[in-house]
Nanobody, 117 residues
């Protein structure tokens, strides 16, 4: 079992920055691919950013150039730095842990990000 706890969400104005954090516990963190997803009301869950176990990063088109994902294996933490926030970034942001070699996939409880115009 992996326990994921997201933090750092909040209410900000357009153009502001936020940094989300996801702390993992329970299993080996360094072997997992970590992802951030988001889901806005009435919309499907959207992949925001991915960082592999080797540190390779990939981003959704809507956040490219504004968001940065990183990981600290010593702290079992993945971060999402969000800059130049837009109202359309408003959503619940979820952390996802996937360790393919273990067949594991876990989700956090989500953290709300609200961006006002």
């Amino acid at each position: 079992q992996v326990h994921l706890v997201e933090s750092g969400g909040g209410f900000v104005q357009a153009g502001a920055s936020l940094r989300l954090s996801c702390a993992a516990s329970g299993k080996i963190f360094s072997i997992a691919g970590m992802r951030w997803y988001r889901q806005a009301p009435g919309k499907h869950r959207e992949l925001v950013a991915v960082i592999s176990s080797s540190g390779r990063m990939r981003y959704g088109d809507s956040v490219m150039g504004r968001f940065t994902i990183s990981r600290d294996n010593a702290k079992n933490t993945v971060l999402l730095q969000m800059n130049s926030l837009k109202p359309e970034d408003t959503a619940v942001y979820y952390c996802n842990y996937e360790a393919v070699v273990l067949g594991d996939n876990y989700w956090g409880q989500g953290t709300q990000v609200t961006v006002s115009s």
